[in-house]
């Protein structure tokens, strides 16, 4: 059977979690040449993610450098990712999601014909501003894919609605489904001291659009929501980037039963995500993840890309203010009929198989 080359392309932590299920599931069909390509948009982040699923790049571009402009990473990528298709010469490329690697990983793919494979495809917020630069990202890497795997019928009536031709529209699922299975079955340590006798509030902050007061007023909140429940303890994996690390330390340091540690590896922050009580993030992950573990997600945001989880019940949109984030945090951990409303176990994002679609649907396209 002859066999085609497939390009998978990562930046980010997030990117490698939902394409490694998808790279593995790949190198076990006879018909298909697997070229990981890592531009190393975020260097630690996604080098650990990568480990733990034992897959090991065969090309690192390396472009993480200190306090990096979006323009400069853009550059680099361009140059960067352009060189490797000159060298690879491959007959796909596959990218997931909405970050600056997938935007220019599709414009190079249209420079060169060719075909772009767009995993996760179809999310959208329907603001250019919010989040940034991810919904522009997302929409140029969805003009120029030649197939969209959209995770939920949502995101394929959305690309419908685009002028999308219907025939290049998968809906598989999320993969990032995929992944957690089977990561959560491996039940790895936390490795972090946390009492078992109290309720563990989990958070992560990280998006552009709040840094500075929206920042400062989760802050805030979280400490009042630690101060006024005596059995309650938060967790906050706080993100490298100093606008996070500026708030988190300077407003939260110091208290017994705030832990702010640093970056958790997948792993241990799956395990954290079992451990808690209830999760408050403006991450689009955890959005799709939390449910499926049974656990509430409030979402630090005016507006998500994800509204399945929102529908279903399982997931509040939340907003950066003070008095919303208390008022609704507060609420869940007083009320266990509230409680028990939103902790269904329910994935509106997949059932885990995504990644057997994604390769069914390569195959039926391309061989």
Known sequence: MAQITIACIIGTRPEGIKMAPVILALRRQPWARVVVVLTAQHRELADEVLALFDIEPDHDLNLMQPNQTLAALTARAVTGLDGVMETLRPDLVMAQGDTTTVMVSALVCFYRRIPFLHVEAGLRSHDLQSPFPE?????????????????????????????????????????????????????????????????????TVHRRENFGEPIDNICRAFLHLVDANPDVELMWPVHPNPN?????????????????????????????????????????????????????????????????????????????????????????????????????????????RASGRIVDAIRSRYL
Request: hydrophobic fraction near 45%; glycine fraction near 6%.
């Open 244 to 352: 996070v690390t500026r708030a988190a330390y300077g407003l939260l340091s110091g208290h017994s039963r705030i832990h702010l540690v640093p970056p958790l590896r997948y792993s241990a922050f799956v395990t954290a995500m079992k451990r808690a009580t209830l999760i408050l993030s403006d991450s689009g992950g955890v959005q799709e993840e939390a449910p499926a573990l049974a656990k509430p997600v409030l979402v630090l945001r005016r507006e998500t890309e994800r509204p399945d989880a929102i529908d279903a019940g399982v997931a509040r949109l939340i907003g950066t203010e003070y008095d919303a984030i208390v008022r609704e945090a507060q609420s869940l951990l007083d009320d266990p009929d509230l409680y028990r409303s939103m902790a269904k176990g329910l994935s509106p994002y997949g059932d885990g």
């Open 135 to 203: 919904e522009f990202n997302r929409v140029v890497a969805g003009r120029l894919a030649h197939l969209h795997f959209a995770p939920t019928e949502t995101a394929r009536r959305q690309l419908l609605s685009e002028g999308v031709a219907d025939d290049t529209v998968v809906m598989t699922g999320n993969t990032v489904i995929d992944a957690l299975h089977q990561v959560a079955a491996m039940d790895l340590p936390l490795n972090h001291a946390l009492d078992p006798a109290r309720r563990l509030i989990l958070v």
